[in-house]
């Protein structure tokens, strides 16, 4: 467990310096420049996604005691306060990214957030009561095309190009067969693990071609360790 919370700390000191280096290059009497934050992934980082999609009460945090320490409201981020992304944010001056798929939401030069609640690297994963890690990179690439349309190729290709890229995946991916009572191999876990690093990998390549290069992941952490597994091994 220390060693993930070193690893979290890790990714949130290099993405804030990221972000406030590049605020911090404005000149006096110019607007000040801030790097784009753009954020996938599950739970750890769903800023309110989930509540836009068709899907159960398991993947949605829309209520009561979700968000009241900070917000006072639940806002569909699966904490009593704000997330990994919103802190880095707010060190970078940055306002905190609203949900994608949240009606009225278009303007994208500070970034956006992809994460879905329940998401794996896998399209199998949850599927159909959660937004794949495939299909936040299509939105990824939306985006992209609307950036172009607004600010044009020279200055949608510097905001890619400067943006973080922050990914928490692969968790879902581990956890899902036990939750559908699977029998999982030794052999099959091994295989899975390989197949949900080259989903990620071919995404990261995908977003690497649209410009980006400045990426913050976080490790899994110990999922034998979580309550819900405790209470599976118990049965």
């Known amino acids: 467990m220390a060693s993930l919370s070193f690893e979290v700390i890790h990714v949130l000191v290099f993405c804030a310096f990221i972000l406030t280096s590049a605020s911090s290059q404005s000149h006096p009497h110019q607007p000040e420049k801030h790097a784009a934050l753009f954020v996938f992934g599950d739970s750890l980082y769903d ?27 639940p806002t569909g981020r699966v904490s009593d306060g704000r997330l990994i992304p919103d802190f880095i944010a707010e060190f970078a001056k940055l306002p905190f990214l609203p949900p994608y798929l949240q009606p009225g939401n278009n303007q994208f030069t500070y970034g956006a957030n992809f994460a879905s609640a329940g998401a794996g690297a896998l399209d199998e994963t949850y599927q159909g009561l959660v937004i794949s890690l495939n299909t936040q990179l299509t939105y990824f690439k939306n985006v992209e095309k609307l950036l172009r349309k607004k600010l044009g190729d020279e200055a949608a290709k510097k905001t890619l190009s400067e943006a973080i890229y922050m990914i928490s995946i692969g968790t879902n991916d581990y956890l899902s067969p036990f939750f559908r009572n699977l029998i999982v191999l030794q052999s099959s876990q091994k295989q899975n693990i390989h197949i949900v690093i080259g ?30 597994m405790k209470a599976i091994k118990s049965q």
């Not at 309110?48 to 159960?56: D, E, K, L």
């Not at 949605?60 to 009241?68: A, I, R, V």
């Open 47 to 73: 800023a309110g996604n989930n509540n836009y999609i068709n899907t159960t009460m398991n993947y949605w945090s829309n209520f009561l005691p979700y968000g009241e320490t900070f917000f006072g409201y």
């Open 199 to 228: 989903n990620l990998t071919v995404v990261i390549k995908e977003i690497y071609k649209k410009g980006g290069r400045k990426f913050g992941l976080v490790n899994l952490g110990p999922i034998s360790c979580l309550p819900t």
